[in-house]
């Protein structure tokens, strides 16, 4: 079956500091790989997404995801965490490329002052 | 271009009624997709369309639930008799099925309350 996994419900780190978000997939065939973000009370926003080609991927507000097909993971990444980037953060693959997302549970970032 | 919308953005209504929301893509795109999310899940995928064709249909989509895109533009989502366990968030998203993976933009989302 088709699957993403977000291991961690909850992500803390101190405003200033790297962040990762992690994320795996089960999938037949290419994958095709995005990251969304949930603001409260607003709707789903896209950060970056991976087709093919280099396997770092650069996305809005200073995010980046690294795509390593060999353990399945599409981690999504920050050199330096604002407070203003606490939100509900969904990784999502789409088989084929062309139809429906399947998502991940969700991950809260949670970044303190 | 203002985005997805999405009407009405929430919705109280009483176990047995039925129910209809509104999606208006994005205009230029072709591709237009309906989800649900309930707390602390990630949405999971309803169904979609390309133009006015329905082209695919999740098995969550019971015989109670209807899409319809009369006209390839705006989207409806109808719920016959509904249950408790229908209350959850609809997020509709669209996409223009250009060259290369199409990207999905999503509304704002209808919350629907089932009484």
């Known amino acids: 079956a088709q699957s993403v996994a977000q291991p961690e419900d909850q992500v803390n780190v101190a405003e200033g500091n790297p962040l990762t978000v992690k994320c795996t997939y089960s999938?037949?065939?290419?994958?095709?790989l995005f990251w969304y973000v949930q603001y409260p009370n607003r709707g789903l926003q896209f950060l970056l997404k991976y087709i093919t080609g280099d396997n770092l991927v650069k996305g809005s507000y200073g995010f980046e995801a690294e795509f390593n097909k060999s353990q399945t993971s599409f981690h999504l990444k920050k050199p330096s965490a604002l407070v203003s980037d606490s939100a509900l953060y969904f990784c999502a693959v789409s088989p084929g490329g062309y139809n429906k997302l399947i998502f991940g549970a969700g991950t809260r970032l949670a970044v303190h002052p | 271009d203002t985005g997805v919308s999405q009407d009405p953005r929430h919705k109280i209504t009483k176990r047995g009624q039925n129910v209809t929301f509104r999606c208006d893509p994005i205009s230029e795109h072709n591709r237009l997709y309906w989800y649900r999310q309930t707390l602390g899940q990630g949405p999971e995928f309803l169904t979609y369309?390309?133009?006015?064709?329905?082209?695919?249909k999740s098995r969550l989509l019971s015989d109670r639930f209807s899409a319809e895109r009369p006209k390839g533009s705006f989207s409806t989502l109808e719920i016959q008799r509904t249950e408790q366990g229908d209350s959850a968030m609809y997020l509709c998203a669209s996409s223009f099925d250009g060259r290369g993976t199409d990207t999905q933009y999503f509304g704002p989302g209808t919350r629907l309350t089932v009484l």
């Open positions: 999938v037949s065939g290419n994958p095709y």
């Open positions: 369309f390309q133009n006015e064709a329905q082209l695919e």
